[in-house]
């Protein structure tokens, strides 16, 4: 169970192979990384890199990152770790050239506080006056209230009353940038430190565009010496504004180097500090130095305050997609009942949290069996949903339902609601006690039948994939199978599975794995196959679900024996 207690304030910075960088607060220990979704606290798009592969654990007040299992390695600073202690600014890769990296930081409000130390330690003071000492004393504990325990909103109450004492101004508006880019009124404080309601508070819009077109603060202490744009404003002149100030808040900027020339970007944009006043003030250089370190400390608070909330949804998606794999799992048919006249076997490995393939096998009599696999076109819950459905469709038969009508109505279904943009293929079919195997295959890949050392694809009549064209008809057609003939059905993920060199594994490698196995029981034989596809596949992520459904058809007195 993941320590949240001990994980201290570490951020790690992914930086792509495209040079975009994301911050990702460090919130338990351990902290698991790797390709796959769930399980671990952050998922690395690389299918070349393993699926539990490092982990950042906090021990006696240390981060240490441990190599948990990377088929490639682990690297700290270009270095081969199995544990190693972190320290601020390590560089994690994972053996593979042109992926992520990853940038540890110690702490992120250490790492602010002493960038506001380097900041302050620039600010020149002309003279040593208690007015410009007592302003530097308001940033710093504007500061150290930025990155105190209080609540995000008081935090950012502290911070707007203190730029408002800064320079004077009648009233400050703290703005947020929304994900569409808009700006919305988060916070609104008067002087004297009193709150006010954001909707009563209309800021100059000339000067908010100003601000984020030229992203650079306006800093205008008396409107009648500003620009003409300004001062013509209709905002400013009904208002009677003397003073504005605009200050664009933005993410911490990060470098990329080209040709070995280092370029600073500047971060996402956050929002907007803006303060004004009916009076003129003069704005010394400390005042703007100031009003510059407040506006850098404002940022940090809103991009981490944001860092959070991202990594709070991503927690509970993930708990959600968990649940969802659960509910999905537990559809599946496990613990086959012992069926007189057939053993089975099975594996499904989603390639997400939830897959689009499906199987299942059920009784339509005591005389007939009835099993089916399907593999939704996409990946993630809106597959899921779909098979569900499917599901939910085809276990009707055992109310007597005839099958060909049920695969009429579930592709009419479909394709009368494009909007839901999902196909599937599927394999279904009956099989009697005297080997009567009556199929119907919406496009789905042939099963392979072993039968005294060979391996046929006889199954290959069909039709089109449910979902995909209205026209489609669906006919089940009758072949008879022996005492001791084994059918695998399988999902295209099987076929589709690829190494790092991206090489399809493909009906070749899958005949040849099962090939002399026509004997072997039925567990031993999925062994087989699975094992053939991890080691072809050797760590690579797949980008399909992978399922095997194996059916041996024999007499009654051998079908226990045959699936042990």
């Keep these: 169970m993941p320590d949240r207690s001990d994980s201290g304030n570490a951020v790690i910075d992914i930086i792509s192979p495209e040079n975009t960088r994301t911050s990702v607060p460090v919130t338990e220990s351990p902290f698991s990384i790797g390709r796959g979704e769930v399980g671990n606290q952050l998922a690395i798009p690389d299918r070349r890199i393993s699926r539990n592969c490092a982990a950042i654990v906090s021990e006696g007040g240390h981060h240490f990152l441990e190599d948990r299992g990377n088929q490639l390695g682990v690297f700290l600073n270009g270095e081969r770790i199995a544990k190693r202690v972190l320290r601020e600014g390590d560089t994690i890769t994972f053996g593979v050239e042109n992926s992520h990296q990853i940038v540890f930081h110690a702490s992120a409000a250490e790492t602010s506080i002493e960038n506001l130390l380097t900041r302050v330690g620039r600010i020149s003071v002309s003279e040593s006056s208690p007015i410009g000492l007592g302003k530097l004393n308001l940033l710093l504990e504007a500061t150290m209230l930025l990155h ?20 004077n101004a009648e009233r ?12 919305h009124h988060r916070l609104a404080r008067r002087a004297g430190g009193t709150s006010m309601p954001t ?8 000067a908010l565009r100003m601000a984020m077109e030229t992203q650079s603060g306006v800093i205008t202490g008396d409107l009648r010496e500003a620009d003409a744009a300004l001062q013509g404003a209709q905002s400013i002149v009904a208002q009677r504004l003397r003073t504005v100030v605009a200050i664009p808040l933005y993410a911490m900027p990060h470098a990329t180097s080209e040709e070995s020339i280092v370029h600073v970007m500047r971060g996402e944009f956050l929002g907007v500090l803006y303060l004004d006043s009916r009076h003129s003030a003069a704005f010394s250089k400390l005042d703007r130095q100031i009003l510059d370190a407040l506006a850098v400390e404002a940022a940090s608070i809103l991009d981490n305050a944001r860092l959070v909330e991202r990594e709070r949804q991503r927690q509970r998606l993930e708990q959600e997609l968990s649940i969802a794999r659960e509910i999905q799992q537990a559809l599946l048919p496990r613990g086959f009942r012992d069926f007189p006249h057939l053993a089975i076997s099975a594996v499904n490995t989603p390639c997400h949290a939830v897959g689009g393939d ?5 009784p339509m009599s005591d005389d007939r069996t009835a099993f089916v696999i399907a593999d939704v076109a996409g990946k993630g819950i809106g597959a899921a949903l779909l098979t569900t459905m499917l599901q939910g469709a085809l276990t009707g038969l055992t109310l007597g339902s005839d099958p060909v009508r049920v695969f009429q109505h579930i592709n009419s279904f479909l394709c009368g609601h494009a909007e839901v943009g999902k196909y599937a293929t599927m394999f279904f079919g009956m099989l009697d006690r005297q080997g009567n195997l009556d199929y119907i295959n919406a496009g789905h890949p042939s099963p392979l039948l072993l039968r005294r050392g060979e391996i046929t694809e006889m199954f290959t009549e069909g039709s089109f994939p449910v979902g995909l064209i209205p026209e489609a008809h669906y006919d089940s057609v009758r072949v008879t199978i022996q005492p001791g003939d084994t059918l695998v059905l399988f999902s295209d993920g099987v076929t589709e599975a690829a190494d790092i060199e991206e090489q399809m594994f493909g009906v070749p490698r899958l005949t040849e794995a099962l090939a002399g196995q026509h004997d072997a029981p039925l567990d031993q034989l999925q062994k087989k196959v699975v094992d053939s596809i991890e080691h072809f596949a050797g760590g690579a992520s797949q980008a399909d679900d992978i399922t095997l459904l194996f059916i041996r058809y024999c007499a009654a007195s051998q079908a226990v024996e045959a699936g042990a």
């Design 148 to 167: 105190s325990q209080l609540p995000l909103h008081a935090v950012l109450e502290a911070m707007l009353d203190r730029a408002i004492t800064i320079t």
């Design 172 to 183: 400050g508006l703290l703005l947020e940038a929304t994900a569409s880019g808009a700006l």
């Design 199 to 206: 909707e009563g508070f209309s800021p100059t819009q000339t």
């Design 358 to 362: 499906y199987f299942d096998v059920f």
